[in-house]
C-alpha cells in the first residue's frame, strides 16, 4: 500500500522556520521524483520545490527560492523541505507528491500557517 505521510506542520510566527518531512512506503522511493506542492487558501494548488531521484537537481518556485530547501534521504524513504524566513503568504496546506512516468502519489497535506 503506497503511502506518504507529511509531517511538520503547524502555527510560526512571521521570519521563523519549519522543517516539514514526508515519510514515503508502498513503493521504491529511490526511483522517484519527489515534490512539494502547496494549497494557499482559497487558490489553486502549485509547486513549490521538487529534487530529482537521486538528489541531483532540484527546482524551486520563485516565490520561495532562497528561502526553502528541499532534499531527501534515500535511505530513509524520506523528503523534507526546510522553510526559513516564513512569511504569512506562505501560509496553505503542503502537499508531498512522488511521480515517475508511470505514476502520481500524494500525501495528505499538512497545515502551514504563518501568522503573529
Known amino acids: 500500500q503506497v503511502q506518504l505521510v507529511e509531517s511538520g506542520g503547524g502555527l510560526v510566527q512571521p521570519g521563523g522556520s519549519l522543517r516539514l518531512s514526508c515519510a514515503a512506503s508502498?513503493?521504491?522511493?529511490?526511483?522517484?521524483?519527489m515534490s512539494w506542492y502547496r494549497r494557499p487558501p482559497g487558490k489553486e494548488r502549485e509547486l513549490v520545490a521538487r529534487i530529482t531521484s537521486t538528489g541531483g537537481t532540484t527546482n524551486y518556485a520563485n516565490s520561495v527560492k532562497g528561502r526553502f530547501t528541499i532534499s531527501r534521504d534515500n535511505a530513509k524513504n524520506t523528503v523534507y523541505v526546510q522553510m526559513n524566513s516564513l512569511k504569512p503568504k506562505d501560509t496553505a496546506e503542503y502537499y508531498c507528491?512522488?511521480?515517475?512516468?508511470?505514476?502520481?502519489?500524494w500525501g495528505q497535506g499538512t497545515q502551514v500557517t504563518v501568522s503573529s
Open positions: 507528491n512522488a511521480r515517475n512516468p508511470y505514476n502520481d502519489y
Open positions: 508502498g513503493f521504491t522511493f529511490s526511483r522517484y521524483t
